[in-house]
Every structure is written in structure tokens, then in C-alpha cells.
């Protein structure tokens, strides 16, 4: 990982937390001029949504998935791939840390 944050967002699903989490991800490789990327998400649909082998039924994550396909445009290279959330502590240490801020 070349730099992490972590952003606040409400009461919302999971789902909805991992694209905007890949947006803020593509956002900041952008800024850092990165051409190839490997992104993990801990949300196996979401991985399989953005992989093309399910369709994004709920209207809200259609609109999300989109401007995620409008940002992957802007790489040469992306690989999307699903790990196991115990494996994705950094993912959770952003996470706490943005509640705590929130709370603060």
C-alpha cells in the first residue's frame, strides 16, 4: 500500500463502503500518476460486480459501479481481486480510525 485513508461516510452498507472506498483508492492513485493497480476488497460481490460476472441489480450501486468503470479508464491496468476480511486489517485500522474521528 502506497498511502491510506479512511473517510467517515454514515450509516450505510457495506457494499456501498467498498465502492466508495475503491472511488477514494482510484482517486488517490490518480494523484500519485499510477498506471497498473491491484485492488483488494474484502466484499466478494463487489469484486464480482466490478469483474463483469454479476450485475449490479441495486440501482444506488449501479450508479457507483459506473463511476467506478468511468475511473478504471484512466489505468492501463487493474486487477480486482477478493480477499478474506481477516487478511484485510489495514482495511479495518482505516475504518476504526475514521469512526474514532467521527466520534471525536
Same mark, same amino acid.
Not at 463483469?52 to 450508479?63: M, P, S, T, W
Not at 463511476?67 to 482495511?91: G, S
Given at each position: 500500500?502506497?498511502?491510506? !485513508?479512511? #473517510?467517515?461516510? &454514515?450509516?450505510?452498507?457495506?457494499?456501498?463502503?467498498?465502492?466508495?472506498?475503491?472511488?477514494? &483508492?482510484?482517486?488517490?492513485? $490518480?494523484?500519485?500518476?499510477?498506471?497498473?493497480?491491484?485492488?483488494?476488497?474484502?466484499?466478494?460481490?463487489?469484486? !464480482?460486480?466490478?469483474? &463483469?460476472?454479476? $450485475?449490479? #441489480?441495486?440501482?444506488?450501486? !449501479? =450508479?457507483?459501479?459506473?463511476?467506478?468503470?468511468?475511473?478504471? #479508464? @484512466?489505468?492501463?491496468?487493474?486487477?480486482?481481486? @477478493?480477499?478474506? $476480511?481477516?487478511?484485510?486489517?489495514?482495511?479495518? $485500522? =482505516?475504518?476504526?480510525?475514521?469512526?474514532? !474521528?467521527?466520534?471525536?
Amino acid at each position: 500500500m502506497l498511502e491510506g !485513508r479512511g #473517510k467517515y461516510l &454514515g450509516i450505510t452498507t457495506n457494499n456501498w463502503a467498498e465502492y466508495q472506498g475503491v472511488l477514494l &483508492g482510484l482517486e488517490l492513485a $490518480r494523484q500519485h500518476s499510477l498506471t497498473r493497480l491491484k485492488i483488494h476488497l474484502d466484499s466478494e460481490l463487489v469484486v !464480482r460486480q466490478l469483474n &463483469g460476472q454479476y $450485475r449490479v #441489480k441495486d440501482a444506488k450501486l !449501479r =450508479l457507483l459501479w459506473e463511476d467506478v468503470q468511468q475511473a478504471l #479508464k @484512466h489505468f492501463t491496468a487493474c486487477e480486482i481481486v @477478493h480477499i478474506p $476480511r481477516a487478511q484485510n486489517a489495514a482495511a479495518d $485500522r =482505516l475504518v476504526n480510525e475514521a469512526l474514532d !474521528r467521527h466520534l471525536s
